[in-house]
């Protein structure tokens, strides 16, 4: 097992940067995810790291070892894609033991591995199919027995569970996540799902357009966003983002108000007419019965068993914000009501980089 260390890696392809200044360090055996809309660069920062793209810059230490110049076969390291990839001609067992085979291990030791391994994946009944008689499920199962049972320093997923069904999605991420804490090997895991980052993550790497954004524990990430990008990036439903303007009476919200904390004030400066993105979480929204809060319109009634989920429009604004209600609630669509926000829990963002202002 290793720890795997990113120093300033940068990857071009002709005039296109790929990912630019990538610098992390993932600890020997933690599990990180690699987080970030499709083409942030994420796939591009795990195939570096196998040795399946050269850095254009930066130093890439495996084990601290600079690994820069060598070949993917020689770091040790085990990838798995989203398409498995399995030797159709061969059965499982062949397919998990082939690693093993290919470096000439005694056939009764890699009898044993690939049993043990198959087990632990619940595919020890399917040992002598070949992959056309298996469930894609099952072969995704297949193809991460194949790289556990080569034992590698570091294990490299990307995306390994995007093409399975909701359902086995979850189960196989519960699976993956108990195998991690058995095997103990050291992994960086890709993928554009942030449930997936927030349940399996000891760390997350949020990216955006080839650049890190943050990183941090899930929580950290979900209370702590560094700036706009992350904060609707991650948790669901994304952080409400209210453009609003500042005047001597409050936040502008359309042609409503919301009162501006002194502390916000204090901290911001703000100038009247300047824009600012505010941020809320939906669980720090509320509906009241009075007057003087922020009125919108139900839109979209989302009933989530405990919970409903509301989706409702502020007028003459255009702006979207979603909130939670209690289920025995009876809203209909195109009711209006008030909110209260707490606002404590308020983020204001730069309205156009969508830096982190306050807090
Ligand atoms: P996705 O989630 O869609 O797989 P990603 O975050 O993994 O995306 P990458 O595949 O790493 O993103 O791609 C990052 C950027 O680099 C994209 O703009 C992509 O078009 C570009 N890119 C990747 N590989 C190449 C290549 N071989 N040649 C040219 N550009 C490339």
């Known amino acids: 097992m290793a720890n795997v260390r990113l120093e300033g890696i940068k ?13 992390f360090e993932v600890p020997d055996g933690q599990f990180w995810v690699l987080v970030g809309p499709s083409g942030c660069g994420k796939s591009t920062v795990l195939r570096t790291i196998a040795g399946l ?15 820069n110049h060598i070949p993917a076969r020689q770091r040790d390291v085990a990838m798995v894609f989203q398409n498995y990839a399995l030797y159709p001609h061969m059965t499982v067992a062949e397919n998990i033991g082939f690693g093993l085979q290919m470096r000439k291990v005694d056939p009764k030791t890699i009898k044993n591995r690939v049993e043990t391994v198959a087990r632990s994946l619940s595919v020890d009944h399917l040992l002598d199919r070949k992959p056309g008689q298996l469930s894609g499920g099952q072969q995704q199962r297949v193809a991460l027995g194949r790289a556990i049972a080569r034992q590698p320093q570091v294990f490299l997923l990307d995306e390994p569970l995007s093409n399975l069904d ?8 519960v699976e993956l996540k108990q195998l991690h804490h058995q095997l103990g090997i050291t992994t960086i895991y890709v993928t554009h799902d942030q449930v997936e980052a927030m349940t399996l993550a000891d760390q997350i790497v949020v990216m955006n357009a080839g650049r890190i954004q943050q990183i941090g524990a899930p929580q950290s990430i979900y209370t702590k966003p560094a ?12 952080m409400n983002i209210i453009p609003v303007t500042y005047t001597n009476i409050g936040f502008a919200v359309g042609d409503q108000y919301l009162p501006c904390f002194p502390v916000v004030k204090d901290k911001l400066h703000p100038v009247e007419g300047q824009g600012f993105d505010l941020g809320i979480r939906s669980e720090h929204i509320g509906i009241v019965g009075q007057a003087d809060h922020l009125i919108v319109k139900v839109k979209v009634i989302e009933p989530l068993g405990r919970e409903t989920l509301i989706r409702a429009d502020l007028p003459s604004l255009g702006v979207q914000l979603n909130f939670q209600a209690n289920s025995d609630l009876h809203l209909s669509l195109g009711d209006r009501v008030f909110l209260h926000l707490d606002l404590e829990q308020l983020f204001v963002f730069d309205s156009i980089t969508g830096n982190k202002l306050y807090p």
């Open 11 to 23: 990857r071009r392809f002709n005039k296109v940067t790929a990912i630019e200044d990538i610098s």
């Open 53 to 67: 793209e050269t850095a254009t810059a930066g130093k890439l230490y495996i084990g601290d070892i600079l690994v």
């Open 166 to 173: 909701a359902q086995l999605r979850d189960d196989t991420r």
């Open 227 to 238: 700036n706009r990008m992350v904060a609707t990036f991650l948790g669901s439903p994304p």
